[in-house]
């Protein structure tokens, strides 16, 4: 079984993040053309230096595709000169003193700023870890026990095995662009250091990634994506009663910034018409086994110019991932950009860039990043089967300073900045 979860490959400041899953029974062969170059779906994490104010689009497209160093350089500088933060306790379980009530669950986030990312606190088995939250990938994930991730200055956590036990499901064997290693998946007690009825199971199954694996992104994931196809390993919200969730990354004196799960019949979504429909086109008609949050822009603008529009024919698919920093394109629309720059001797290839999407109501929501390190997609056919427009996955620098809401099973997104 043979299949590629492809999320991002992304920026903010100066991180690019890139992802490839490949899930495979350990004895198969693994064919290196199935697979697009770069990650899209959650796990190899990587820095792109950025470019000078003063140099020109012909240095940024140089950079954005030559000057790529390993992230686990960057986190191996990080230990050195300080010790990752403890994460503050959780913050609310509205269910907790009601029986009736609908239960929803507030765990603040940590932002760590040399992995330009946003980190939470959870705890398997007895152990707690620490995680990059990552709306674009679906796993629960631990590192493996070793003598790094188990040293007192490792903040990801230390895995202890006699707190789990294992599954009947088989390791898969994973290639995130050249490191390659087994996860194993077990099962052990989950929680956000609170019990919920939100996760009422009492053992969840989760991943236990190789230090092979650790190579590439030196970090550790926690997925919300909650669908995929059955022969991908289990989610970890999909082994919840989670139905919705809020990502808010609004800036508010005294209050964090966090993650709320919300259980089925919540109150607490927006408005309706305000929403941006998502759609399962990647999932169901070009080979994504995952179901990403993606919805459809109507416009992509840089430097005041439409870099491409949607059409009956040709559509631009945007995933919406916290677990990415910047911005990955398909490769054909990061080449007609780069032409289009030159030819008119841009100063700078992406400089202010401006994605608009439709409400349902018809009212024209616009999400903005001010020169955001943009990468391209190493295929364009990520699954398998060529787009019938353009993909491109949005990271934290479209969505930091807002309060992103995502209606899991009724297909809808919100994004507010008050």
């Given amino acids: 079984m043979l299949c590629i979860c492809i999320q991002c490959l992304c920026n903010i400041s100066t991180v690019v993040t890139s992802f490839i899953i490949i899930h495979q029974h350990p004895v198969e062969i693994y064919h290196p053309t199935l697979v697009a170059p770069k990650r899209m779906s959650m796990i190899d994490k990587y820095i792109v230096l950025e470019d000078d104010e003063d140099e020109d689009c012909n240095s940024q497209h140089k950079y954005n595709n030559k000057m790529i160093v390993n992230r686990r350089a960057s986190i191996a500088s990080l230990l050195a000169t300080s010790i990752l933060p403890q994460y503050p306790a959780i913050a609310a379980d509205i269910s907790s003193n009601n029986e009736r009530a609908i239960p929803s669950l507030t765990i ?61 499901l088989e390791p898969t064997l994973e290639r995130f662009d050249g490191n390659e290693g087994l996860v194993e998946w077990r099962e052990g007690p989950f929680s956000f250091d609170i019990q919920s009825k939100l996760f009422p199971k009492s053992l969840m199954t989760f991943g236990v990634i190789s230090e092979s694996l650790m190579d590439g992104p030196g970090g550790i994931f926690l997925g919300l994506v909650k669908n995929t196809n059955n022969s991908i390993r289990p989610s970890f919200l999909g082994q919840s009663n989670v139905s919705a969730f809020k990502v808010d990354l609004r800036e508010r004196e005294g209050i964090d910034k966090s993650l709320t799960l919300y259980g089925d019949g919540s109150s607490n979504l927006p408005d309706e018409q305000d929403a941006i429909p998502l759609v399962r086109d990647l ?10 949050y993606v919805g459809v822009a109507s416009s992509i603008n840089v430097n005041g110019n439409i870099l491409a529009s949607t059409s009956n024919r040709s559509k631009i698919y945007c995933i919406f991932d916290t677990g990415c920093s910047g911005m990955t394109i398909s490769p054909s629309l990061f080449d007609q950009r780069y032409a289009s720059a030159r030819a008119n001797r841009e100063k700078n290839l992406w400089g202010s860039v401006n994605v608009e999407l439709q409400t349902l109501s ?28 353009h993909l491109v996955v949005l990271g934290l620098s479209f969505l930091e300073g807002l309060k992103m809401t995502v209606d899991i099973d009724g297909d809808k997104i919100w994004f507010e900045d008050k």
């Fill in 108 to 168: 603040p986030l940590q932002y760590q700023p040399k992995l330009s990312a946003y980190t939470i606190s959870y705890q398997v088995g007895k152990s707690h870890f620490g995680a990059i939250i990552d709306t674009g990938s679906p796993f629960l994930l631990v590192p493996a026990a070793s003598e790094t991730s188990c040293s007192p200055e490792y903040q990801w956590g230390c895995f202890h095995p006699e707190e789990s036990q294992p599954t009947s």
């Fill in 283 to 292: 999932n169901k008609r070009f080979g994504d086994p995952t179901i990403h």
């Fill in 362 to 389: 018809g009212k024209t929501v616009t999400l903005d990043a001010n020169r955001p390190i943009t990468t391209p997609l190493g295929d364009e056919r990520p699954w398998g089967k060529r787009l019938d427009g």
